[in-house]
């Protein structure tokens, strides 16, 4: 049992944070034009520091042959998601564009950042936390690339506004990588600078959920039926499906126990970031990521024990 109470305990933090954002979005604390203007502020400063900060471990060539080792996983599983969510939203005929978009980026990318490092330290410990910022760096590359124009909804005005391939999050993300490759440590001041800027990404991210959320009508998305299976293949079809696969692959350890473990987090925060930044489909994204953090309370807990 003392797997479970961590995990379940990080994603009701994360949901009261959420709770907070939804407040002071009713309140009108936060209007819609400062929740975008976060967003933006969330990507491009606190989320960066937070990824680069996250890669500042000791280099050991075990450890370096290892964290390749684990890339790879990282980049069969993400090759993988992409068709399977295709072919998933291809049963959701009434959807536009813009909603499609959302849930094909909800069933490719969990919430690594924000929720998947806080409960592998609690779950797997504080040693795992290195393995999981190399499995997240496909995530960055991705997310803020092929996934900008999934959530975007493939409008052209959109897309040539997104500028992918210049995000923060992609430089951060590589220069991290590089600076562990060479053993270079960060020094202070900047070092708790960074620290101290990327502290507050968890915080702003799920309050920008929240204030997001209490500027849409949620109570009428949660009968809307694709929610609720976008959910259920998030939270328990695409975890199981990594753990099937890492098994059959022969991995042990944490290089199966931190693919499964990402796997099971709630959708992506950064959904409704980058659709509030994109033009994508900001009240379906927040619903999304509402449902599925309410629900990982149950899920991660059952996931967890399964790689115990």
Same mark, same amino acid.
């Given at each position: 049992m003392t797997m479970l109470a961590p995990a379940a305990n990080q994603s ?28 933006? !502020?969330?990507?491009?400063?606190? *989320? ?14 075990? *450890? ?24 998933? %939203? ?7 564009? #813009?909603?499609?978009?959302? +849930? ?33 760096? #496909? ?37 991290? !990588?590089? *600076? ?21 990404? %968890? ?14 009508? &949620? ?18 079809? +695409?975890? &199981? ?14 290089? &199966? ?13 950064? %959904? ?22 309410l629900l990982s309370l149950f899920s991660i807990p059952v996931i967890a024990? &399964?790689?115990?």
């Amino acid at each position: 049992m003392t797997m479970l109470a961590p995990a379940a305990n990080q994603s009701l933090i994360l949901f009261l944070l959420m709770a907070a954002g939804f407040a002071a979005g009713k309140a009108g604390v936060l209007k819609q034009e400062t929740v975008r203007s976060l967003s933006r !502020f969330l990507m491009d400063f606190t *989320l960066p520091a937070l990824i680069l900060m996250s890669m500042q471990t000791p280099f050991s060539p075990e *450890l370096r042959d290892r964290a390749f080792r684990l890339l790879g996983v990282s980049a069969a599983v993400y090759g993988l998601s992409f068709p399977l969510a295709y072919a998933a %939203t291809a049963l959701y005929r009434r959807a536009d564009g #813009p909603e499609l978009g959302v +849930h094909r980026f909800a069933m490719c990318f969990s919430n690594v950042a924000f929720m998947g490092f806080p409960v592998a330290e609690a779950v797997l410990g504080r040693e795992s936390l290195f393995m999981v910022s190399i499995y997240n760096i #496909p995530f960055q590359v991705l997310a803020f690339s092929v996934g900008a124009v999934i959530v975007s909804g493939g409008g052209r005005a959109r897309l040539e506004r997104a500028k992918p391939l210049l995000n923060p999050a992609i430089l951060a993300a590589l220069a991290g !990588f590089c *600076l562990f490759l060479f053993s270079v440590r960060i020094p202070d001041p900047l070092r708790s600078a960074l620290e101290l800027t990327g502290s507050m990404t %968890t915080p702003l991210a799920m309050a920008i959920i929240g204030a997001t959320l209490a500027g849409t009508g &949620l109570g009428g998305m949660l009968g809307n039926p694709r929610l609720w299976a976008t959910t259920a293949y998030r939270l328990v079809l +695409h975890p &199981l499906i990594v753990l099937g696969l890492a098994r059959l692959a022969g991995l042990d350890g944490l290089e &199966l126990a931190v693919p499964v473990l990402i796997a099971s987090m709630p959708v992506a925060a950064n %959904t409704t970031i980058l659709a509030n930044v994109y033009g994508g489909d900001a009240p379906t994204s927040g619903a999304l990521v509402f449902v599925s953090t309410l629900l990982s309370l149950f899920s991660i807990p059952v996931i967890a024990r &399964l790689i115990a």
